[in-house]
């Protein structure tokens, strides 16, 4: 469903007023049914993407049909992969899916936020910024792959989703698609985390122990 809104990107208070208003009038927010694909491989992306409520997780998918994240979009942040396809006019390289809470994007025209791209700087700062964040965390992602046993990258990713209160809210299936492994692996990495105390387990729901010695295992 799409429809019509007020809300715009981080920077448009600090647009001309022209620009503002086109952006304004331009924007649209698109509501993404949990674990629908937004981009999949291949795509023309046809706009510039915003996450205003809910996340997006962008993975690829191997030869053996393993699954891998390469990075979550929370609210304000948008998919630097999709900006790099609209500026270069190449097909979008991996798939970008609604994670279970869903979605809603803020989508602006690719022609609209081109040409913002080249007369305003706070646009052209806004992408700088996206690039660098995301560039820094795909840098961890593959420093992760090559340096840490499964077992770590486990912990690196409970530590990562778990909320304030040390709760992780996610499925076997859901750790092991996004390590790009199996169900049964994860589940044996759980168990041995679990008899270490370090977690305590329940369907769809751990509950980190320790998150201390869970940094340790990942700082190795």
């Known amino acids: 469903m799409t429809e019509k ?24 927010v698109d509501t993404i049914a949990p674990g629908s ?3 999949r491989p291949g795509d023309e992306v046809d706009g510039a993407y915003l996450v205003r409520a809910g996340s997006l997780r962008v993975y690829y998918v191997d030869a053996k049909r393993h699954e891998g994240t390469l990075y979550w979009i929370a609210p304000g942040e948008s998919c630097i ?12 390289p991996a798939f970008a899916a609604a994670e279970a809470e869903g979605a809603e ?7 609209i936020f081109r040409d913002l791209f080249a007369r ?3 646009v052209q700062r806004f992408l700088f910024d996206q690039l660098s964040g995301r560039v820094y965390g795909l840098l961890q992602v593959l420093e992760e ?3 840490l046993p499964q077992e770590a990258r486990l912990a690196a990713l409970l530590l990562a989703q778990a909320d304030e209160a ?15 492994t199996s169900r049964e692996v994860v589940s044996r990495l759980v168990r041995n985390l679990a008899s270490q105390r370090l977690l305590d387990t329940a369907p769809r729901r751990i ?3 320790n998150r201390e010695k869970l940094a340790a295992l990942v700082e190795g």
């Not at 992969?81 to 190449?90: E, G, H, I, W």
């Open 5 to 28: 809104t007020d809300l715009v990107f981080p920077f448009s208070d600090d647009l001309s007023a022209e620009a503002q208003a086109r952006l304004r009038d331009a924007v649209s």
């Open 37 to 39: 694909d937004i981009l």
């Open 145 to 147: 792959r090559m340096r």
């Open 105 to 111: 994007i803020l989508h602006a025209p690719g022609a």
């Open 81 to 92: 992969l999709a900006l790099n396809s609209l500026f270069t006019d190449m097909p979008y």
């Open 207 to 209: 509950a980190l122990l």
């Open 166 to 180: 040390g709760v992780v809210r996610l499925s076997q299936d859901q750790m092991a698609a996004h390590l790009g």
């Open 120 to 122: 305003e700087p706070v």
